[in-house]
Each structure stands twice: as structure tokens, then as C-alpha cells.
């Protein structure tokens, strides 16, 4: 559905992080509409695996036992507890490089630091932890 009189929402002589695309009020399409990109909302459908993955009976059992005594109120909490340890495991599995804090400069519009980022030849991953409003941090992370 093309957009009609569409306002800008980035000024293309300012700097904006990743960061700066949480603090907008917008919604997650209009932003997208800047970079020529379109949003729906669906049902992801990942692909499935009947492979028995090491270490992840111990990996579910440490997170398990940990939850009760460390309290998931920051970002870096819900990194270092539940993001960092599933993501190196996923790393070991896929014997890929997990890259943390990794930064990147596109251009003026896209620039800031991800949270972890894992890279193989056709794909990548990237994750960023979020305290408590997913949706802005969904239009973080889809930018």
C-alpha cells in the first residue's frame, strides 16, 4: 500500500544510532518506509532440526537454576544470564565466530554498536537484549 504524503521521519544531514530508531515515536513501518523497506506482521516459521545438539540438556539446566537467584530487571542482565550463554552454544554448534559489542558505521542513518552478531556465508544473526518495551526495540532491531 503506497504511502500518500508521506512525511519524512530522518533528516538525511543528521547521525543516528541504532539507539535513536528506539527513541522514535514512529511505528515500526513508517520507519522502515525511509530505508524503501515494507513490515507485515506473520508467523515466523523456522526450520526444524532432529539432530541431538550437545550440551544444550546443561545449558537449559544451568539457565534454569540460575533464574531463581538473579533478577532479569536490565539489559544486561537478560545478556550475560540468558542471551550470551544460548548464543554461545549456537556459535560452538554452527562453529561460527560470536562477535559481542561489535560495531558498525553503514552510513550517517545506520551506526551504533550490536549486541552480538553471528555471520556465516548466506545468513547472520543479530540479537539486542531489551528491558521492557519490545516493540521499540523490534523497530531497533529491524532497522
Given at each position: ?17 541504532f ?5 522514535l ?6 520507519i ?8 507485515r ?74 549486541d552480538?552478531?553471528?555471520?556465516a ?19 531497533q532491531?529491524?532497522?
Amino acid at each position: 500500500m503506497p504511502h500518500l504524503n508521506r512525511f519524512k521521519i530522518l533528516q538525511g544531514d543528521a547521525n543516528y544510532s541504532f539507539r535513536s530508531y528506539f527513541e522514535l515515536p514512529n511505528d515500526t513501518d513508517e520507519i522502515l518506509a525511509e530505508f524503501g523497506y515494507g513490515f507485515r506482521t506473520a508467523r515466523l516459521q523456522l526450520p526444524r532440526s532432529d539432530r541431538q545438539l550437545a550440551g544444550l540438556q546443561e545449558l537449559q539446566q544451568q539457565i534454569e537454576d540460575t533464574l531463581p537467584f538473579v533478577p532479569l530487571t536490565s539489559e544486561t542482565a537478560k545478556r550475560e544470564i540468558l542471551i550470551a550463554p544460548i548464543l554461545s552454544r549456537v556459535a560452538v554448534i554452527c562453529q561460527q565466530i560470536l562477535r559481542i559489542e561489535y560495531p558498525l558505521k553503514v552510513n550517517n542513518l545506520l551506526q551504533g554498536n550490536w549486541d552480538y552478531l553471528i555471520r556465516a556465508d548466506h545468513s547472520f544473526v543479530v540479537v539486542k537484549a531489551k528491558r521492557d518495551d519490545l516493540t521499540r526495540g523490534f523497530t531497533q532491531l529491524a532497522v
